[in-house]
């Protein structure tokens, strides 16, 4: 172990990594970028952050992880926020009964490790090593641990849902879970829980990739973000207006209204443009919509026309798990009836409060 007090500045020209004259050079820098001197030296060329790091565990007597040997332990990853990870670029490698270990290129980060014993109710033992590789572990493990199980998860449940009501999908991702359901008639139905971490562009990714057309809101927080997913896999040329559309894959027509709100609201309707086959649509706001134009979903049509053109699907509670899931029901809980043709508005009101006694 060296000496503490000694200047990093110091130990970098004893180390043969800089000459004074680099010293030199970064100490009148340091004020003016407003770093710190290792940090000036890397981002002046005269020095790598590894290098840095490497001297500060000599320094301060702690060890220097090589970030790409590090075996990951995901369960111990898992524990803590992704959020809090990245930005302090700390890696968690491994849980004793005593104490957490980690890797980090701030030593000094009191704050953080304050609040990782707080989380496991141990002491923290620290190690450091390099920032930038530390975040792209990190990235790396959060984004191909989330997708292959969110496209296996959206593979079967498509499959699933097609020729039934359910007509949306759900998706709720938090720092690190994603939450998946499906909606239509009235019914909510959660899929499962993923337990990793997904960025908004690998939930349109998915999608994408699985080659499915589909609109989509957005709903935001400060914790969360919530997908409503409207799959389009119907082109229809000619439709009947104003129409009720129930069921997986949503007709999409040259010139596509449709409104997924109970309220007359003409803001909250939903518009897009003719299809490119597997491009996400944003959902925009769209005003001016004549109502008898435009293209409901069972929970969301509008009163007053003599007939509706109905293509959808009605739901029956399975009565072998009461709606919980099971091998008869696919897991989904219900039945699915389909129902085309034309009817009135109390007709479907009819139809749909069937399912409400059913339930």
């Not at 620290?126 to 199980?149: C, H, T, W, Y």
């Not at 996400?280 to 769209?286: D, G, M, S, V």
């Not at 009836?337 to 059913?358: A, K, P, V």
Request: aromatic share 12%.
């Amino acid at each position: 172990m060296v000496d503490k007090h000694i200047k990093l500045g110091t130990l970098l020209v004893q180390y043969g990594l800089i000459s004074e004259e680099d010293l030199d050079d970064g100490l009148k820098l340091q004020k003016l970028m407003g770093l710190r001197l290792g940090e000036t030296l890397v981002k002046i060329g005269k020095l790598t952050e590894e290098n840095v790091q490497w001297v500060l565990s000599k320094q301060y007597d702690i060890p220097f992880i090589i970030i790409e040997h590090v075996n990951l332990d995901k369960d111990l990853i898992m524990k803590l926020p992704k959020n809090f990870l990245l930005e302090n670029r700390i890696l968690p490698l491994f849980e004793t009964d005593e104490e957490v270990s980690i890797v980090t290129e701030d030593i000094l980060n009191y704050t953080a490790f304050s609040f990782i014993e707080g989380v496991f109710n141990k002491k923290v033992s620290i190690s450091i090593g390099e920032g930038k590789k530390i975040e792209e572990v990190l990235n790396r493990f959060f984004n191909q641990d989330a997708m292959p199980s969110l496209l296996s998860v959206l593979e079967v449940l498509v499959k699933k849902i097609k020729d039934t009501f359910f007509y949306r999908i759900d998706i709720v991702i938090s720092n690190y879970m994603c939450e998946i359901s499906v909606y239509g008639c009235g019914i909510l139905k959660k899929i499962t829980t993923i337990n990793s971490s997904l960025k908004k562009e690998d939930v349109l990714r998915t999608f994408d990739l699985l080659k499915i057309p589909f609109l989509y809101e957005i709903h935001e927080n400060y914790s969360k973000v919530i997908f409503c997913i409207y799959p389009i896999s119907t082109f229809v040329s000619e439709l009947q207006y104003p129409s009720i559309i129930g069921g997986y894959g949503l007709a999409m027509t040259n010139f596509l209204v449709f409104s997924d709100t109970r309220s007359s609201d003409i803001s909250n309707l939903i518009y897009s443009e003719e299809p490119v086959y597997g491009y996400p649509y944003l959902a925009l706001k769209k005003r001016n919509i004549q109502y008898d134009k435009v293209i409901y979903t069972p929970d969301s049509f509008q009163g007053g026309f003599y007939k509706f053109f109905v293509k959808m699907f009605l739901p029956r509670k399975c009565n072998f798990c009461k709606s919980v899931g099971c091998s008869e029901c696919d897991e989904l809980g219900y039945f699915s009836e389909r129902l085309e043709g034309l009817y009135t508005d109390q007709e479907i009101r009819d139809f749909l409060s069937m399912r409400g006694n059913n339930e």
